[in-house]
């Protein structure tokens, strides 16, 4: 009994010791970042859209998520650029989110 007690604890352990080892990149690439800005600019507008949110939470909500994905960026000269892509995809679904914004065809 205790050889497979032994046994049993042993094939418990191996897997954490190995993933232990694992290296975790603290930093975001990119495309990563731009995902996420989209993801967060596709909910504000989807909240907009059906009146969940006031416009003064939606400022709040877009500052916030450009203010992370500028942190997050590590390429700062294409900041600009890729907020202005993941902005022009979301008018492509929400089209009245951003009436300030007129998307050229």
């Known amino acids: 009994m205790k050889r497979l007690l032994l046994l049993l ?3 418990f ?14 930093e975001m690439s990119d495309i990563e970042a ?7 600019v596709l909910s504000v ?7 969940h949110i006031t416009m003064k939470q939606k400022i709040d909500m ?3 998520a450009l203010n992370l994905h500028e942190r997050a960026h590590g390429n700062k000269q294409n900041i ?8 022009g995809k979301v008018l ?3 089209p009245d989110c951003f009436p300030e914004v007129k998307k050229d065809k």
Not at 80 to 87: G, T, Y
């Open 9 to 11: 604890l042993a094939a």
């Open 13 to 26: 352990a191996l897997p954490h010791a190995v993933n232990a080892n694992e290296k975790v990149l603290s």
């Open 34 to 40: 731009n995902k996420i800005l989209l993801g967060q």
């Open 45 to 51: 507008c989807y909240a907009v859209d059906r009146n």
């Open 62 to 64: 877009l500052g916030f």
């Open 80 to 87: 600009q650029e890729d907020q202005m892509n993941a902005i």
């Open 92 to 94: 492509d679904i929400f």
